[in-house]
Every structure is written in structure tokens, then in C-alpha cells.
């Protein structure tokens, strides 16, 4: 009798077992993975940390509203903005990690993961200052085109007066595409560029190049410098006792706490509620790209959640084919334009550092 009551518990809880793990497997979403290679130490890991958080905040908020047909996971690596790094963690991405989708952070290293995306059939998301980076079925790049900043920059400059204006700009490939438009805005607008200095990131000493321009007295001086460069042009700055207006386009933002006065051209940060949202979730201030990378988990999410059955995950081409032709996307700049090479243009701003504080400009 024993024997057979031991039996007949047996039966009961396997059978009970069985049933459990089929409750389990019918509740178990497929898995989408979005990897980010994004500077999380070192100079920028202030930028870094802050696209973190905007990722982070974008899950969270798609979580929030139910009923999603699968589950995703952000999977971050750090590059210190280092292209051999990157590249690592990508290869990481690919091969151990399974992703279906890599972010990256401006264009000198979108420029390289573009490649990399196409080659691999990996959905890759941007923001940066380059045209190149949407090139290639699997790109999108979420920024300001390179020739919407060099005009409004051209023209801000054209309203202020200038004539002679001195260039200082980081040598990389990051500027490649606006330089050259940026030089010819600023010769329909009748202003002369005088001197143009590439600063280089083994450079620690800008003395003589910039004691050199001060002596050809331009009106104003355009600057796109990063960390430590920045930091090192501020510190000349003082050193010279030269006392000068100054423009950036997006990257003295890193340093913003050398440049009162700075006038600072950035890609649009986002709807007044979209700010007030993120600032309160994380404790961050909007910068350039917060609004951009929020916008792109969600632009997967909302692909994957529109054509997807929960039941298997839709192809990697059927996600970009429904992102390049959704012209619906809700955008956290109120306004929503991706063109057909998977280039999400958004509005170029100026705005004045004040305190340490950034004041949009009304123009």
C-alpha cells in the first residue's frame, strides 16, 4: 500500500512538474538584445553615462505601458571613446552576445561601426556629425545633418557682425562632412575665415598656434575641441589674457564650465516635457544626444512590437524596412523626419552658457 501511495505521489508531482514547465516556456518572450559601446570612463564618461541613462529611461518608460510582446535587454561596454576598443566590444556583441542592434556614440565611431553593421546585418543606431554613419541598409543616424548646422551657424554669425572669424577644430573624422559646408555658408555670408587650426589629441601645449591667431585679431573664434584639448585651449585662454567671443558646435558642452559666455550650437535636445522627464527620472541634465538615443530604443522597441507575433522574433531586415518607412514615430522633438537613407534630421539650436548654466537663445 505504501508502495503504491509513494507511486501514485510520483506521478502527482511529475505531472505537476511537467505542467509548471509548460506555464514556464508559454510565458518565456523571445529576447531582443540592443548593445551600446559607449565612453563610460575616461574623459567623455560623462556623456557616457548620461546616453546610459537615457537608454535605460526609454526601456523603462516602453516597459511601463504592458503588454509587450517580447523582452529587452540593454547590454553595455565600455570604449573610453577608443575606436580599437569599440571595435572589441562589437565583435563581442556579435559573437558571444548575440545582438541584434549596437548604438554608438558621433560620427568617428559610427563612421567604423557603420561598416561593421552592414557587414554583419546588425541594426546600428547613431548620433553623430557625419552623413556616413546612415549610410548602408542596417544604419540610421538620429542627428542634425551636417549642412542644417552650418547654416544656422553661418547665419548666427552673419547677424553678430563678424568679418574675420578663426577656426579651431579637433582632427578627426568626425568634422569631415560639415568643414566643407560650413566654409561655404560662411563665404555666402561674407565672412572671411582667417586661420584654421587642426588640434590634435597628442597635443598639450596650444600656446604658439593660438598666441598666432590672437595676433591676427579675428572678431570671433568657432572652436570644436574635446576633452583634454578643451580643457588645455580654456586654460591658454587665460594664460593669454584674451579676452574673445567664442562659438561650438555640441562639443564644449563637455567642458562647458571653462566657456561662460560661449555661444553653443547643439542638435535639438527635445520637447520642454521631454527635459523636464528626464532630468526628474535620472538626475541629468538634457545634452546633446539624450533625446536621440531615447528616441532609437524606442524606434526598435515600437518595430519589434508592430510586426512581430511574440511568438519568434521578425527578421533584422523587416525591423529597418518598418523603421525607414514608419513616418508616424511619436518623437521626443514633436516632430519626426527620417529620410531614405535611414537619417533622422533634427533641429539645430543655439544656446548661450551662462553661470555654468545653458540659456536657449530666441532668435
Known amino acids: 500500500m505504501k508502495k503504491f501511495l509513494l507511486s501514485l505521489c510520483m506521478v502527482l508531482a511529475l505531472a505537476a512538474c511537467d505542467e509548471k514547465k509548460e506555464e514556464t516556456q508559454a510565458d518565456t518572450k523571445p ?57 572589441s566590444n ?15 556614440l558621433w560620427g568617428t565611431m559610427g563612421r567604423v561601426a557603420s561598416d561593421f553593421a552592414e557587414k554583419n546585418k546588425i541594426i546600428h543606431m547613431s548620433c553623430g556629425l557625419s552623413s556616413d554613419v ?35 577644430y579637433y582632427n578627426c573624422a568626425e568634422f569631415d562632412d560639415f568643414l566643407p559646408l560650413f566654409r561655404q555658408k560662411l563665404q555666402e555670408k561674407g565672412i572671411n575665415i582667417i586661420s584654421e587650426t587642426a588640434v590634435n589629441s597628442t597635443d598639450t601645449d596650444l600656446t604658439i598656434p593660438m598666441a598666432k591667431v590672437k595676433e591676427l585679431n579675428p572678431d570671433m573664434l568657432h572652436v570644436q575641441l574635446i576633452p583634454p584639448q578643451a580643457g588645455i585651449f580654456a586654460k591658454t585662454l587665460k594664460k593669454l589674457d584674451w579676452n574673445i567671443e567664442i562659438g561650438n558646435l555640441n562639443d564644449l558642452l563637455l567642458s562647458a564650465n571653462y566657456f561662460d559666455g560661449a555661444y553653443i550650437f547643439q542638435d535639438d535636445t527635445g520637447t520642454f516635457e521631454f527635459g523636464k522627464h528626464f532630468e526628474e527620472a535620472t538626475g541629468q541634465r538634457v545634452i546633446g544626444c539624450s533625446a536621440n538615443f531615447y528616441d532609437n530604443v524606442r524606434m526598435i522597441i515600437d518595430a519589434y512590437e508592430h510586426i512581430g507575433d511574440g511568438k519568434a522574433l521578425p527578421t533584422r531586415e523587416e525591423v529597418v524596412t518598418y523603421i525607414l518607412n514608419n513616418k508616424n514615430f511619436a518623437s521626443s522633438f514633436g516632430q519626426y523626419d527620417i529620410d531614405e537613407e535611414g537619417h533622422i534630421n533634427t533641429p539645430s539650436i543655439v544656446k548661450q552658457l551662462e553661470d555654468g548654466k545653458l540659456k536657449e537663445i530666441e532668435e
Open 31 to 87: 529576447v531582443v538584445k540592443i548593445g551600446a559601446s559607449l565612453p563610460l570612463s575616461g574623459d567623455m564618461a560623462e556623456t557616457g553615462k548620461n546616453l546610459q541613462a537615457a537608454m535605460s529611461l526609454a526601456l523603462k518608460d516602453e516597459q511601463a505601458k504592458g503588454n509587450l510582446k517580447y523582452d529587452y535587454q540593454l547590454v553595455f561596454e565600455d570604449d573610453q571613446y577608443d575606436v580599437k576598443k569599440a571595435i
Open 90 to 104: 562589437w565583435n563581442l556583441f556579435k559573437s558571444v552576445k548575440d545582438i541584434d542592434a549596437i548604438f554608438t
Open 134 to 168: 546612415a549610410k548602408g541598409f542596417y544604419n540610421f543616424n538620429n542627428a542634425t545633418k551636417p549642412i542644417t548646422h552650418a547654416e544656422k551657424i553661418a547665419t548666427f554669425y552673419q547677424n553678430k557682425g563678424v568679418k574675420k572669424l578663426a577656426l579651431f
